[in-house]
């Protein structure tokens, strides 16, 4: 697959400085393969990831993601493969010494030092001067708007001044990597969403390279440069947040990656510009060129994002016509959800199809029983071949 095989830059094998060296250094996965006892959590990975760019870890649990931090980290020493920041290999140093910043889920704040004290924590431990590490605090503070609260301690803050601050600590020695362990897990919804625009806007602002480890989609998708998207170990896909959500490598990454419905059928014919697929609930429908070949009359899952899908509410033709355009379903349900309205309806014997449309103000919903035909936007579904 195209996204774990990406060629390592060369690298030397010289060590890294300490902190206050120069942010936005590039990180390369070589090959990253690790096992614990005869069990395989990471196989065959190579990411190479640009200097100052945000990469995202998403999948489920147990999918490696966390394993390849500790990686990044020092923390594990892979079975095979090398870590390579900037044109240093890492893998014979311990993590003091790879200028590696970390934010944990639980920030892992000391709660017996103020909050300079836990900001300046880091450059203390590596015998910075008290004037630098005074300063570098103030300076990092005042960076996540929390200047006035320096001698409070980490019980007298909140959720989210308390994820500054661990940010402000990860930053303060001048991290060659930030790395990001699910970070915004414990915070509430609209919490979450300020502190993902916040660190956003510090990891641009220090041009720091940012490794964020999530199982949330959305997260993944509106904070990523690009997301490596991983399963049971192994690399699916890594590319932009739209490629990965428009053009999708994997029937995993397309199921997994927002919300998709999966139909299928068999296919017709294909060429470099696309795929015409027979459902088997009935109708045809273009599709984005298949990944792999497949030969014509082969059986294929075609994956159908509700938003590409629109309802017609005529549910013939006329006597004598054409046949109408979509597929015949029946309407199970409507949800309206703000500004949009899922209706699930049912097509042949599969599951239900979630399909979204705008909702108009003082537009009424389709009631259950209510016969439809679904048409789907050409060009826009996915197709993969069927599992044997």
């Known amino acids: ?38 069990s395989v959590a990471v196989e065959g990975v190579n990411l190479d990831i640009r200097g100052g760019e945000l990469v995202s870890l998403l999948g489920p649990s147990g999918c490696g ?56 924590y880091g450059l203390a431990a590596r015998g910075a001067p008290k004037a630098e590490q005074a300063s570098e605090a103030r300076r990092l503070l005042d960076l996540v708007q929390l200047g006035a609260l320096a001698e409070r301690t980490p019980r007298q803050l909140s959720g989210g001044q308390q994820q500054r601050v661990a940010l402000a600590r990860a930053l303060a020695i001048r991290p060659a990597v930030l790395l990001l362990d699910e970070p915004f897990a414990a915070l509430d919804k609209n919490l979450r969403l300020d502190m993902q625009i916040e660190v956003k806007r510090l990891q641009r602002v220090a041009g720091v ?8 989609q959305e997260e993944a998708l509106s904070l990523s440069d690009r997301v490596a998207v991983l399963s049971q170990g192994r690399l699916e896909q890594f590319a932009p947040p739209t ?58 899952v075609a994956c159908l994002r509700p938003e590409h899908l629109r309802l017609s509410d005529a549910p013939a033709g006329p006597a004598g016509g054409e046949a109408p355009a979509g597929i015949a379903g029946i309407v199970e349900m409507a949800l309206p959800l703000g500004p949009t309205v899922i209706h699930e ?41 069927a599992a044997a």
Do not use: W
């Open 1 to 38: 697959m195209s996204a774990s095989t990406s060629p390592a830059r060369p690298a030397g094998a010289g060590a890294p400085g300490g902190a206050g060296e120069a942010a936005g250094r590039s990180v390369v996965l070589d090959g990253i393969t690790h096992r614990y006892g005869g």
């Open 345 to 385: 309806v049912r097509v042949g014997a599969g599951s239900p199809l979630k399909i979204a449309e705008p909702r108009l103000g003082g537009g009424t919903l389709r009631p259950p029983g209510t016969p439809v035909r679904v048409v789907v936007a050409p060009g826009l579904a996915s197709a993969f071949p």
């Open 209 to 216: 390279t940012t490794l964020l480890v999530t199982h949330d």
């Open 65 to 120: 993601k966390t394993t390849l931090l500790r990686i990044v980290a020092g923390f594990l020493r892979q079975t095979e493969g090398r870590v390579i920041v900037g044109d240093r290999i890492m893998d014979d140093l311990p993590p003091s010494r790879r200028a590696v910043g970390i934010v944990f889920q639980n920030y892992a704040l000391f709660p017996h030092l103020t909050v300079a004290e836990n900001v300046a």
């Open 243 to 300: 490629t990965v959500y428009d053009a999708p490598e994997s029937l995993f990454v397309n199921t997994f990656v927002g919300s998709a419905n999966t139909m299928p059928g068999r296919l017709v014919g294909a060429d470099p510009a696309g795929c015409r697929i027979a459902l088997d609930a009935g109708g045809e429908i273009l599709a984005r060129p298949l990944g792999r070949r497949v030969a014509p009359g082969g059986r294929v």
